[in-house]
């Protein structure tokens, strides 16, 4: 077993700028979520009821500028040719990379809404703040909340039948899916 040492992804394998984009944005998410929810639950005199929503919209918008990198670095540097045959995987796959995609812009997007409805800008961890932008900041937490809470778990749900795609791939097709995203050279050709 070799680990890739390349930057940029080829046809056949990922570099390690997209692996660790890939895995940063995946670990982000899914130690978001639990936390958005445990803060739902805090009641106004709980110790976390302005300590954890800090936490959750400074690293929500720190996830914000990783997807615009990722976005970037995968509109010039394509991904590796699809290890699947089927159309209908084919067709699957890219489908449900593009609604991953939507889904984190839209969870993101109205997170900040969600932050900035009352006008005020959003501090990132003392770092710098993030202004609400006037034309957007319209009271409508309500909206804003609720299409969050959906579209992150919509978002969670589709990242789980994603990673159970690439189980499948690993262990039922054999295929080098999983492994070229962990950056592992499979001893077959890929």
């Not at 299409?147 to 189980?167: D, I, Q």
Request: hydrophobic residues 50%; without cysteine; proline residues 4%.
């Amino acid at each position: 077993m070799k680990f890739t040492q390349r930057v940029r992804n080829s046809r056949s394998e990922y570099g390690w700028v997209s692996i660790v984009l890939h895995w940063l944005v995946a670990l982000t998410v899914m130690g978001l979520y639990p936390l958005g929810l445990y803060i739902v639950s805090l009641s106004y005199y709980d110790p976390g009821y302005r300590f954890y929503p800090d936490i959750h919209r400074s690293v929500g918008l720190l996830l914000a500028a990783v997807l615009v990198l990722r976005l970037i670095w995968k509109f010039l540097n394509p991904s590796p040719v699809l290890l699947v045959h089927s159309g209908l995987e084919r067709f699957a796959a890219k489908a449900g990379h593009l609604l991953l995609y939507l889904l984190l812009g839209l969870v993101l997007f109205s997170g900040y809404m969600l932050s900035t409805a009352d006008g005020r800008s959003i501090q990132v961890f003392n770092w710098f703040s993030v202004p609400a932008l006037p034309g957007l900041a319209s009271r409508h937490e309500e909206t804003a909340g609720m299409v969050h809470f959906y579209a992150a778990t919509s978002l969670v749900v589709l990242a789980g039948l994603h990673a159970l795609a690439a189980l499948k791939h690993h262990f039922i097709d054999r295929n080098n899916t999983l492994k070229r995203m962990l950056g592992v050279k499979s001893e077959k050709t890929l």
